[in-house]
């Protein structure tokens, strides 16, 4: 189920990084999209929206075109290219569902590390998320493009309401949206000890707090995926679930 591990020394960094992806029971096919880059230290999720050829080519196309851009760019990296990739995605996207009568649309979340291991980017559209894990203390770092996060933000219900659950499949943002939003793009730091988990709301809908925090402290990356993905199935398997896992290590 999980990949290989990759590796990927950056400066005062290492990096190690594992994904996996799971159908689940509810979906006939994984609608999901995983990129764990085999050679930079770049990893991206992306999670259609619905269970049509929409969804499927969105999430190709929103991945396929941000792994040119940052391949292209390499060893560069910049807010303003990252910008620029998001832009030609959304225009992408928006291009190759044209001739379908149904919505063509999904999540990206993705992680980019620069050379030296001394900053990542974080590249957000939708309500798959980006966690860190560090010194025992489990993060969201992301927030969900939906109008279930507005609305439990501003009090306009409860978060456990059953207007807030219907508001969570309402996205304020995705890739091939018709007024093609900006990305939140987040800068971060790495530090030794650190875990990563990028993953869609197929993971963080039906693995709770605690266990995510528990599982990825697995000492190995692939354990945490395999054990994280096992969680969503014997929670029912209601989705399509996807995670990354990046531990950060000392070089050496």
Same mark, same amino acid.
């Given at each position: 189920?999980?990949?290989?591990?990759?590796?990927?020394?950056?400066?005062?960094?290492? #990096?190690?990084?594992?994904?996996?992806? +799971?159908?689940? @029971?509810?979906?006939?096919?994984? %609608?999901? +999209?995983?990129?764990?880059?085999?050679?930079?230290? %770049?990893?991206?999720?992306?999670?259609?929206?619905?269970?049509?050829?929409?969804?499927?080519?969105?999430?190709?196309?929103?991945?396929?075109?941000?792994?040119?851009?940052?391949?292209?760019?390499?060893?560069?990296?910049?807010?303003?290219?990252?910008?620029?990739?998001?832009?030609?995605?959304?225009?992408? +996207?928006?291009?190759?569902?044209?001739?379908?009568?149904?919505?063509?649309? *999904?999540?990206?979340?993705?992680? =980019?590390?620069?050379?030296?291991?001394?900053?990542?980017?974080?590249?957000? #559209? /939708?309500?798959?998320?980006?966690?860190?894990?560090?010194?025992?203390?489990?993060?969201?770092?992301?927030? @969900?493009?939906?109008?279930?996060?507005? /609305?439990?933000?501003?009090?306009?219900?409860?978060?456990?309401?059953? $207007?807030? $659950?219907?508001?969570?499949?309402?996205?304020?943002?995705?890739?091939?949206?018709?007024?093609?939003?900006?990305?939140? =793009?987040?800068?971060?730091?790495?530090?030794? /000890? @650190?875990?990563? =988990? #990028? *993953?869609?709301? /197929?993971?963080?809908?039906?693995? @709770?707090?605690?266990?995510? *925090?528990?599982? =990825?402290?697995?000492?190995?990356?692939?354990?945490?995926?395999?054990?994280?993905?096992?969680?969503?199935?014997? $929670?029912?398997?209601?989705?399509?679930?996807?995670?990354?896992?990046?531990?950060?290590?000392?070089?050496?």
């Amino acid at each position: 189920m999980p990949t290989e591990p990759h590796r990927h020394p950056l400066g005062g960094i290492t #990096l190690e990084v594992v994904g996996g992806s +799971v159908v689940g @029971d509810r979906y006939p096919a994984n %609608f999901d +999209v995983l990129h764990v880059d085999p050679a930079l230290p %770049f990893v991206a999720v992306a999670d259609g929206m619905g269970a049509g050829e929409g969804s499927r080519r969105a999430g190709a196309t929103a991945t396929g075109t941000l792994v040119a851009h940052v391949r292209a760019a390499w060893p560069e990296v910049a807010p303003r290219q990252l910008r620029a990739a998001v832009a030609h995605l959304q225009s992408a +996207v928006r291009a190759a569902g044209a001739g379908l009568a149904e919505l063509t649309g *999904c999540t990206l979340t993705a992680l =980019l590390v620069e050379p030296d291991g001394g900053q990542g980017w974080i590249v957000q #559209l /939708g309500d798959s998320r980006a966690y860190r894990l560090r010194d025992g203390l489990l993060e969201l770092v992301t927030v @969900d493009h939906t109008a279930a996060w507005l /609305g439990v933000l501003h009090g306009w219900y409860p978060a456990d309401s059953p $207007a807030a $659950a219907h508001a969570r499949y309402q996205l304020t943002r995705y890739a091939g949206h018709p007024g093609e939003p900006e990305a939140d =793009l987040l800068a971060v730091s790495l530090r030794a /000890g @650190d875990v990563w =988990l #990028l *993953c869609t709301d /197929g993971v963080s809908d039906q693995v @709770d707090y605690h266990r995510m *925090c528990r599982l =990825l402290a697995a000492p190995r990356p692939q354990d945490a995926v395999r054990d994280l993905l096992d969680a969503t199935l014997a $929670a029912g398997g209601d989705d399509n679930a996807t995670a990354v896992v990046v531990r950060v290590h000392a070089p050496g």
